[in-house]
């Protein structure tokens, strides 16, 4: 062997593989002859979860509650998430409203061996979260509702003009100037991507149909309901919420009959907050999804940590804040 072939000095480097660029977008056939579009993040031995994003999301749209990803891992949570029909990679199909996509999801779930979940919404996933836990209610191992619709779109003034919406999908997404979303590294230029998205990911000259059935199942369909969920329901909203306010509380009450023995309700209502609770607390979200109400996420001196119920207020008067210490950094 020659002299000096082979590297004088090496340093080697822990990166192995590729990095996640986010949630995978995968497909599949189901038994209805449908072809879904949906993510699967997590173990499969995690807490299984089914999230439901806002009006005229796609199943990307999840990649904007990864800000907390290593507490959702940390925690052991499981993400499924199905696209609605006509939005992103999703094609329009005019026979598919609730009962449909209800039904789509839980075939999903039984393919990939998921028994029960709990299940997620946020604003415009509220109704259809609702459908999914009537038609499976002993599948629904928890339900939680972050200022999430329970009313017809145009009610109490909330109007939507689709025209506009679809002419500016980006504007449907911007958050005030002062919303907590703006401490997310990221969130608002991924917002964007996700709005454009929803929008335009079939080509430009696709129509919104999407979003405006959408709009029309809000509008056309009361809340089913809920009588026969026994599993615990949690609300998350702000008190300042504009786009949902938190009266909305009172129609999901009615619609689950909260004085049925056997049900716990627990509502979260964050003082001075408005629409981007799903978003400050959704540390809160996870740990509720795993222990149920039982523990709250806390925050002090650059440390976080989760107490029993009974401890929060206590700790809460001697300087600790909800959540991750990064909303406090």
Same mark, same amino acid.
């Given at each position: ?32 002859? #449908?072809?879904?579009? $949906?993510? @699967?993040?997590?173990?499969?031995? /995690? %807490?299984?979860?089914? *999230?439901?994003? =806002?009006?005229? &999301? ?124 703006? #401490?997310?590294?990221? $969130?608002? @230029?991924?917002?964007?991507?996700? /709005? %454009?998205?929803?929008? *335009?990911?079939? =080509?430009?000259? &696709? ?123």
């Amino acid at each position: 062997m020659k002299a000096g072939i082979g590297p004088r000095v090496r340093i080697d480097v822990g990166q192995a593989g590729f990095d996640s660029l986010g949630p995978e977008v995968r497909s599949a056939e189901l038994v209805s002859g #449908r072809r879904i579009h $949906f993510i @699967d993040e997590g173990p499969r031995t /995690a %807490v299984p979860l089914i *999230f439901l994003g =806002g009006a005229g &999301t796609t199943v990307r749209a999840f990649r904007l509650m990864e800000f907390a990803r290593s507490f959702r891992e940390e925690l052991g949570v499981r993400v499924i998430s199905v696209e609605r029909n006509g939005l992103g990679q999703t094609a329009f199909n005019p026979a598919v409203g609730f009962k449909e996509y209800t039904a789509d999801v839980w075939s999903l779930l039984d393919v990939l061996g998921i028994g029960s979940a709990s299940i997620v919404a946020i604003s415009g996933g509220g109704p259809y979260a609702a459908h999914l836990a009537v038609a499976c209610p002993e599948r629904v191992r928890s339900l939680h509702l972050a200022c999430a619709y329970a009313e017809s779109i145009g009610a109490k003034g909330i109007t939507f003009d689709l025209g506009d919406v679809a002419a500016d999908p980006v504007s449907w997404w911007m958050f005030p100037a002062g919303s907590a979303v703006h #401490r997310i590294s990221g $969130f608002v @230029d991924s917002a964007v991507e996700e /709005a %454009v998205r929803a929008v *335009f990911a079939r =080509g430009r000259d &696709t129509p919104p149909e999407g979003l405006r059935q959408a709009f029309e199942l809000y509008a056309e369909s009361p809340l089913p309901d809920l009588s026969r969920l026994e599993s615990p329901v949690f609300m998350y909203w702000g008190s300042e919420d504009a786009l949902v306010p938190v009266e909305h509380i009172g129609r999901w009450r009615k619609a689950l009959h909260s004085g049925k023995a056997g049900r716990d309700i627990v509502e979260r209502i964050y003082s001075g907050e408005g629409h981007d609770v799903q978003y400050r607390h959704w540390d809160q979200i996870l740990t509720d999804v795993v222990h149920l109400g039982s523990m709250i996420l806390l925050s002090k001196d650059g440390k976080t940590f989760m107490v029993d119920a009974g401890s929060a207020a206590a700790l809460l008067a001697s300087g600790a804040r909800l959540g991750l210490a990064a909303w406090q950094d």
